[in-house]
């Protein structure tokens, strides 16, 4: 199905910086830069994809291209890296990041709470602030969607989508049960392993490594990240999770029920990070909303084999808002 996604989407992947951090962006579109676009050139929402952890964004570009072909590049489809989970080469030119430079630092911008300060700090830098939003979260990314939400109710968001939402009771999960002890417990081990692991091994054999990887696991080339192996990124994203054990517990219900007519979630039916139990509790506390459940038996990581199907149910629900812009 994969195949199917036209070549000819422009796309560029650059550096900016938010909240004092180096982030990667992937942008499907012929938009980069929304500031100096003026008048009818300026596209009137952003579609803004925020991944999972780790945030490996090459995994997301699958999906964000087949997205922006079936709404006919109408609108920017945009991939925000999490902070610290990108690798960036020391020659990389950093775009866009003169209005950054006077912001406030972020506190623990590579934990749970500082990551969702960091999206809000990337929309205040790179996008004007009357552009509409959509605002599309996987896994981790609805926990962070919500809680920008919460901190910014002034953001102009039309509709926030909610792909797999592990967004309460982490630990309890099949899942959490099982990576809780490692992330928690043995956490600095880990990071510590990571450096020890991949920090001598030299890029090249880094590359040859992630591109092994992809043709054993049958993955495009278009996938491939240096992040994958980079200790920095690897150690940030256990940091990451061991948060998200941590703090996400209970289901943040007040904010749910104050945005619920411009949410759409999406609970897999084999998916052991948010089982059907939590669909059927989110549906029973908010008959009226918009809450679905996968019929294709589409697994958590979605990205890796099943974008394009991902992409056109994405499109169809966002059909009625976009053809309104």
């Known amino acids: 199905m994969d195949s199917e996604i036209k070549e000819e989407v422009p796309v560029q992947e650059k550096v900016v910086l938010s909240g004092g951090v180096e982030t990667l962006l992937l942008q499907c579109g012929p938009w980069t830069d929304l500031f100096s676009d003026q008048g009818a050139s300026r596209p009137k929402v952003l579609i803004l994809i925020i991944p999972g952890n780790p945030s490996f964004i090459s995994f997301y570009l699958t999906f964000a291209k087949a997205l922006f072909s079936l709404i006919n590049g109408r609108f920017p489809v945009w991939t925000v890296s999490h902070a610290g989970h990108s690798y960036i080469p020391k020659d990389k030119k950093i775009l866009g990041a003169s209005d950054d430079s006077s912001a406030q630092k972020i506190k623990d911008i590579y934990g749970l709470c500082g990551q969702t300060e960091h999206k809000l700090a990337f929309l205040r830098t790179h996008v004007p602030k009357e552009m509409k939003l959509v605002l599309i979260g996987h ?16 953001l102009p968001v039309i509709r926030s989508l909610m792909l797999f939402p592990t967004i309460e009771r982490m630990a309890e999960t099949p899942k959490g049960k099982f990576v809780t002890p490692l992330l928690c417990w043995l956490q600095y081990v880990l990071r510590v392993l990571c450096y020890i692991l991949f920090k001598p091994i ?3 054999i880094k590359s040859f490594l992630v591109r092994f990887m992809l043709k054993v696991n049958n993955l495009p080339k278009e996938c491939f990240s240096l992040s994958l192996l980079e200790p920095f990124c ?6 990451l999770g061991a948060q998200e054990m941590e ?3 209970k289901r943040d219900d007040e904010i749910i029920k104050k945005h619920l007519s411009k949410l759409t979630f999406y609970y897999g039916t084999i998916d052991h990070w948010c089982p059907i139990e939590f669909y059927n509790d989110l549906k029973k506390d908010f008959p009226e909303g918009d809450i679905r459940l996968c019929e294709k038996k589409m697994r958590h990581d979605f990205i890796l084999r099943w974008s394009q199907e991902m992409a056109e149910l ?3 629900w966002l059909k009625a808002d976009l053809s309104k812009i």
């Open 247 to 249: 703090q996400i517990v």
């Open 139 to 154: 896994s981790v990314g609805c926990y962070i969607s919500l809680q920008m939400l919460r901190r910014a109710p002034e």
């Open 234 to 239: 690897l150690a940030n994203a256990v940091y």
């Open 202 to 204: 030299p890029e090249f």
């Open 314 to 316: 994405v499109a169809d």
